[in-house]
């Protein structure tokens, strides 16, 4: 079965970017959903099951803290890895994501690289496929 | 302070525009916002985003439009892309550039950043209060873009 991936960004272009690059790092099958914000985000949970959250910190309504804070403490949602992908880089902000329990945090801008080291770190690899890393590397 | 600030305005701006647009680029740091031409450009795209913490201010890029379009198009990986889409770019950009910055500059302090947002040439004469200011002129190989940041006083 194919992971399900919810992408959550105040910034559409950001999501397609980070949907596309998922996809190159070998999870091509994946399904994704898309969210603007924590809110829009926690109204998808309760309809979908989700293997990962990636989520960005600064987005209005709900910010990523917020959210990943909201995950924590329903029983249920708490299981599901959230990984944090953000311009936000003090040693105390990283530092408070892993402490409330994201799964990982990965600083923008990323590489490809980056992206697909991390969810290989929470999720494994890609599903059916051993993901074989060209010379080239992989491109946005 | 303003010379570190300067240098990590620098760095953020190539990190982001390097790593995902794959833009070369050159600075020209001592170059005015006045003198750079770029407030009298048809058409420039601006957006601002304001911060907090250790410093307090506004940071703005800003961009011609056909640039943003092409620098759109490029990073979506679409060949036509909407001004929704353009302006969802820009915003991310300077989001980027200012979180980056700042964990540069000093990754110890904790800054605030605030939600980027589109703003007209009237707002950022508005943002131009005479407090301290700091421009970097941004050239790439498609054209001249813009970084001002001013510090509150």
């Known amino acids: 079965m194919a992971f399900k991936i919810l992408v959550v960004d105040d910034s559409q272009p950001m999501r397609a970017v980070i949907i596309k690059t998922i996809r190159a790092a070998g999870y091509g099958d994946a399904e994704f959903l898309e969210a603007a914000n924590g809110r829009d985000a926690l109204a998808q949970v309760g309809k979908h099951w989700l293997d990962i959250v990636i989520t960005d910190y600064n987005m209005p309504d709900m910010n990523g803290m917020e959210m990943l804070a909201a995950f924590k403490k329903d029983p249920v949602l708490a299981s599901i890895p959230v990984l944090m992908v953000t311009t936000e880089g003090s040693r105390e902000r990283v530092e408070a994501f892993l402490r409330m329990g994201a799964a990982g945090y990965i600083k923008k801008p990323f590489t490809p690289e980056k992206i697909r080291e991390k969810l290989m770190s929470i999720l494994g690899a890609p599903h059916g496929e051993a993901f074989e890393k060209s010379d080239a590397g992989l491109d946005f | ?153």
């Not at chain 2, 957006?47 to 198009?73: E, H, I, N, Y």
Request: charged share 20%.
């Open chain 2, 1 to 153: 302070m303003e010379k570190l600030l300067k240098k990590a305005m620098q760095a953020s701006i190539s990190e982001v525009l390097g790593t995902m647009f794959y833009m070369p680029l050159e600075f020209e740091t001592q170059e005015s916002l006045e003198h750079s031409g770029l407030l009298k450009t048809p058409g420039m795209q601006m957006a601002s985003l304001g911060f907090k913490g250790a410093l307090s201010g506004t940071l703005v890029f800003l961009v011609p439009r056909d640039l943003l379009q092409a620098m759109t198009a490029d990073f979506m990986g679409e060949r036509v892309v909407s001004a929704e889409q353009m302006a969802g770019t820009l915003k991310e950009i300077a989001n980027m550039v200012a979180g980056n910055t700042f964990s540069t500059y000093d990754s110890a302090k904790e800054f605030c950043l605030g939600i980027p947002e589109l703003i007209t040439p009237s707002r950022m004469a508005s943002l131009r209060s005479g407090g301290k200011e700091i421009f970097l002129l941004v050239e790439s190989v498609e054209g001249s873009m813009g970084v001002w940041m001013g510090l509150d006083s």
